[in-house]
């Protein structure tokens, strides 16, 4: 059975902080997805991570992935208050055009 | 920027009463998703379409659950009846290739 873990699930930060929310997966899947989720709302694509050593970046936030350690990294950098949402981790489920399997989200609360 | 769209936006129903949401993909995605989101879960797939064939429904329970995409365009998902732990988001998602495109969700709750 394929899983996505995500850690930590909860993380509270300062402004201005840096820190790093991790997603281990099980699979050899070469693409892996992440997603913003704001209270309510539904997903918002950030990040689609292709390859081996893929890294991209937004804004304060990077994404990377190394596949050979089924890892994949979002590093927040100088946190502000509009980034607290819900983060989630995605893999294809198979190859090709497949559905998506989560992990189950880190809820990201930045504070003053 | 076309959008995935889902009606309704909000849904209360009471238990053993039947509902019905509806997802209409970005134009020209032949690939169409419902997941199902728990509050504090990730979304977990119900069923995927190809064009208007059912690819994947292994995860919906069919004994309540049912979906359709008749002319592979638009698609409905239905429950009936509805029970409480059936409270729940509803997503859409669709695709040309690999990357999933969401709608604004139908939230649910069985009373």
């Known amino acids: 059975e394929l899983k996505v873990e995500q850690n930590p699930l909860f993380l509270s930060m300062q402004e201005g902080k840096n820190y790093t929310i991790y997603c281990n997966y099980s699979t050899t899947s070469d693409r892996l997805y992440w997603y913003r989720q704001d209270p309510g709302k539904s997903l918002e694509s950030l990040f689609v991570?292709?390859?081996?050593?893929a890294v991209k970046q937004e804004g304060r936030l990077m994404a990377s992935l190394d596949t050979k350690a089924r890892l994949s990294t979002l590093h927040i950098t100088a946190a502000v208050h509009d980034l607290s949402a819900t983060y989630f981790c995605?893999?294809?489920?198979?190859?090709?055009?497949?559905?998506?399997?989560f992990g189950k989200g880190t809820r990201l609360s930045v504070i003053a | 920027e076309a959008e995935v769209a889902q009606s309704p936006r909000y849904k209360i129903t009471e238990k053993s009463q039947a509902v019905a949401f509806w997802c209409d993909p970005i134009?020209?995605?032949?690939?169409l998703y419902w997941y199902r989101q728990i509050l504090g879960q990730g979304p977990e797939l119900l069923v995927q379409?190809?064009?208007?064939?059912?690819?994947?429904d292994s995860q919906l329970p069919k004994d309540r659950f049912s979906a359709e995409r008749l002319k592979g365009v638009d698609s409905t998902l239905k429950i009936q009846p509805a029970e409480l732990g059936d409270s729940a988001m509803y997503l859409c998602?669709?695709?040309?290739?690999?990357?999933?495109?969401f709608g604004p969700g139908t939230r649910l709750t069985v009373l």
């Open positions: 995605a893999v294809d489920m198979y190859e090709g055009n497949t559905p998506l399997v």
């Open positions: 991570l292709l390859s081996n050593g």
């Open positions: 998602a669709s695709s040309a290739l690999f990357e999933q495109f």
């Open positions: 134009s020209g995605h032949a690939t």
């Open positions: 379409f190809q064009d208007e064939s059912v690819v994947d």
